[in-house]
């Protein structure tokens, strides 16, 4: 909250956050939106969203004018039926179409058709309707909004939409993209996870040339689920990656998204018709779509690390699968050669398959296959029945692979077996050279 020196001086004005303001200080003029104070930093200093995106702090005794300069804007959501043919647009939460609520300083999000346009008026070059169905930060999703998420997909694609796009956070837009390919097969329709990094308050966001990518993608000769964010630091393609081949691989670059163990699908730039195929893809099936929405989300995941105790892996007993993020080429600690000083876990995980509780490998390295048959170690591991052997899938995709197959079944055969099974291009038949 402001200070009550602040409060007065604006109760004085008749202004509140929220309004346009023009401020003069020190002989500089300053028009902008009336921010809410930070939760942290100095309660006299006035906080204003300038034209630009920036925001400016201004000390309360250095303000020698502060006057309203319009009134503030509302916002009205309205309802727009959606037809045949639209690209549906779906909100998940995220940064990249939100806009500031600013009686809160609160996101709030931009997503009905109306609020859309007028924040993204390209977008009137393609027929589209729009719904939020979550507003959540996507580190707090869980395997339920996945099954709504996989639901609206369906009823959308069901609909007759042309292509489905999906506006997500990106912290765990991987996850649920791997979770989106292997719930929703043969897909007819293009569906598209699409987030950015900067927030669309500031000069520097890739909201606008994501979005509009996106939804230039989901018109596409494309059956598959793709993440669609900047190929580069620059603003001159997009790359649309693989929902079981991507990773978040940086905490704010805008090109943070990469392709692991595989190419792109492909680079795009609506602005010049570019959508140029980079790899091999699935195009728009003319079957039905195949809806496997099962999921059992009661799955650990496990980062393998010196001094893990084998009292912590007996503990996971309460899982029904166990996913490791191991050394390597697929290591964790066994005491292959049954040294005094060296604290295995090779017993507990043994124990837990025994007792029907599957046990996947994947690798910390994330770029590379897994090959549990070149050390002793690995060998230990794939003769303890580890699942994984062979495959170069992310830890991320494992996880959700297993969450996936549990979801089918229980039984620890032919769950082996699905999880070693190409069902989503999950594993690559051959491994690509890539940048790392």
Partial sequence: MYSDKVKKLLKKKNIGVGDLVRVLSRGARFTGMLMPRPFSGDPDVVVIKQESGYNIGIKA??????????????????????????????????????????????????????????????????PIHSRQIFSLFSEDMNAGHWRVLADE?????????????????????????????FMLQNLPVPVV????????????????????????????????????MHSSTNDDYCHFHRGTKVRKMHTSRRDAFHS??????FRADYRNDVFEELSGHRKRSGGELVSRKKLNDNIAMVYAHPNIRPEFISGLDSYDGVVLVGTGLGHVPVNAFDDKTVTSIYQPLKELIESGIPVVMSSQCISGRLCMRVYTNGRLLNRAGVIG?????TPETAYVKLCWVLGQTRDMKKAGKLMMADVAGEISSRSVLEEI
């Fill in 61 to 126: 005794d250095e303000i020698e004018l502060l006057e309203t300069a319009g009134a503030r804007p509302e916002h009205k959501a309205e309802q727009e039926a959606p037809k045949k043919g639209d690209v549906a647009i779906l909100g998940c939460g995220g940064t990249i179409a939100s806009r500031i609520e600013y009686k809160t300083g609160a996101v709030y999000p931009s997503i009905t058709p109306k609020e859309l346009r007028t924040a993204f008026p390209k977008l009137k070059k393609w």
């Fill in 389 to 393: 052997d062979g495959a170069d899938w």
């Fill in 260 to 265: 692991i163990n595989a190419l792109p699908l």
């Fill in 153 to 181: 997909i369906e009823n959308e694609i069901k609909k007759g939409s042309e292509g489905v796009v999906v506006m997500h956070g990106t912290d765990t837009m991987a996850y649920t993209a791997a979770a989106m390919s």
């Fill in 193 to 228: 996870l699409v987030g950015s990094q900067r927030s669309s308050d500031r000069p520097s966001s890739e909201n606008e040339m994501n979005l509009l990518n996106s939804v230039y993608a989901a018109t596409k000769d494309v059956g598959e689920v793709m993440v669609c």
